[in-house]
């Protein structure tokens, strides 16, 4: 089994034991050493996946307006979180390729092989919900047919990205491709560069 494919069953199993609880505040099943890559992938979906449903909860029409203000703080964390992992998974990409020497006429991806992963593990929870939209016993006939039609292009995507990024992957191994890697420089939550949060320090 190729990266990205083993990487997309580890999304799955997490996907489905984040559903066991349905619970945003449910600890957290690791069945992988925690620092081994299929530990930090599965531990990526996690927060993918609790993420998911904190964006489900803070569009409650009734939601309390200062636990709005604390989910939305919440998910700001969350995906900072989530950024900060996709940077790990792209430095140990780094550190596998590192004795790579790319070819004189290698080129650059139009994104790294770990937010490709990202949106991998993105895609196995759409595709989670939009079968579980397509199973609802209480849903409407049209619903469903458009959700199903809906999912046959999310699985169509989730073939052809998979290949894709073990492709990549190929390519980079033999030298076809290089990495380079821009560190995301997120300017509203550094105190120092967004000017609300700098400005009250005056």
Known sequence: MKFAEKSYAIFEQSVNDYHIDDD?????????????????????????????????????????????????????SSNQERTDMVEELDTYFRKLYADVEPLPDASINTESPAWALDRLSILALKIYHMAAEVARPDAEEAHKARCAAKLAVLREQQVDLTAAIDT??????????????????????????????????R
């Open 24 to 76: 945003v505040d449910a600890a957290t099943r690791q069945p992988y050493d925690p620092s081994s890559i299929e530990g930090v992938l599965y531990a990526k979906n996690r927060i993918d996946a609790v993420q998911w449903h904190l964006e489900d909860i803070i569009r409650d029409p009734a939601i309390d307006p200062v636990a709005a203000l604390a989910l939305k703080r919440r998910i700001d």
């Open 168 to 201: 990549l992957l190929d390519d980079i191994a033999a030298g076809r491709k290089y990495m380079k890697v821009y560190r995301q420089m997120k300017m509203y939550n550094d105190a120092d560069t967004n000017p609300v949060l700098y400005g009250a320090k």
